[in-house]
């Protein structure tokens, strides 16, 4: 398995800043993907950043409003821009060790609140 | 496209009752099958997973069959505890680039009382 940490766990935020979410691995690896849970919703993929590449956005979201970096094997962040209260979620990253290309692991989530 | 369906809850038990949570598929082909579980305040565990038909899945006494036939995943335990309350998801993972993208279901929250 891996252990995944991010910053920050929560946040309040007001309406047109921005926030940049950390994800740390503490192993080496090449998928990492960050998630959207909205309230009392399921996972939605936001983007797979890849190490080495350009972040692969799905459809309805964008790069302007959720830039990724992915600047090594253990580390990816994310940052939402010019909040609204709409993005109010959890936001949780994963990753895929290169042992076990079936499974999944979930960093603990950062709760965002938009004011 | 791909889906997964859950059962709507939430779901109240109580203490050593038996639990079912459906889960069915829409899928080309044939997912790898997962049922992740979030305590609250919580991210997501990886509870179980089948990886082929026929597969079953167990852990922490809960277990889930692939059923090709009926295209299910459904998720039991016979016997329920407090602590087992919180939010079980159940996915599907379409083998995508080298690895599983997850399609998740919309969850399901169980409440087990003492």
């Known amino acids: 398995s891996a252990v995944i940490s991010q910053k920050p766990s929560r946040d309040i935020c007001q309406r047109g800043t921005s926030l940049t979410i950390q994800c740390q691995v503490d192993s080496q690896v090449t998928m990492m993907f960050w998630y959207r849970q909205q309230p009392g919703q399921s996972l939605t993929l936001i983007a797979t950043a890849n190490q080495g590449s350009e972040a692969t956005y799905e459809s309805g979201f964008v790069i302007d409003k959720f830039p990724i970096s992915r600047p090594n094997l253990t580390f990816s962040t994310l940052t939402v821009s010019n909040m609204s209260p709409e993005d109010s979620s959890i936001y949780l990253c994963?990753?895929?060790?290169?042992?076990?290309?079936?499974?999944?692991?979930f960093g603990p989530g950062t709760r965002l609140t938009v004011l | 496209g791909n889906s997964v369906t859950q059962m709507e809850g939430p779901v109240t038990l109580s203490e050593e009752a038996f639990l079912t949570i459906n889960c069915t598929y829409t899928?080309?082909?044939?997912?790898?099958l997962f049922w992740y579980v979030q305590y609250p305040g919580e991210g997501l565990q990886l509870l179980l997973k089948a990886t082929k038909a026929d597969d079953k899945g167990s852990n922490k006494g809960f277990e889930a069959t692939y059923r090709k036939e009926t295209t299910s995943f459904h998720l039991e335990k016979g016997s329920v505890q407090v602590s087992d309350s919180a939010v079980y998801f159940c996915?599907?993972?379409?083998?995508?680039?080298?690895?599983?993208?997850?399609?998740f279901g919309a969850g399901t929250r169980l409440a087990v009382h003492p």
């Open positions: 996915a599907g993972g379409a083998l995508s680039g080298g690895y599983n993208k997850l399609i």
């Open positions: 994963s990753v895929v060790l290169p042992s076990s290309y079936n499974e999944q692991f």
């Open positions: 899928a080309t082909g044939y997912p790898s």
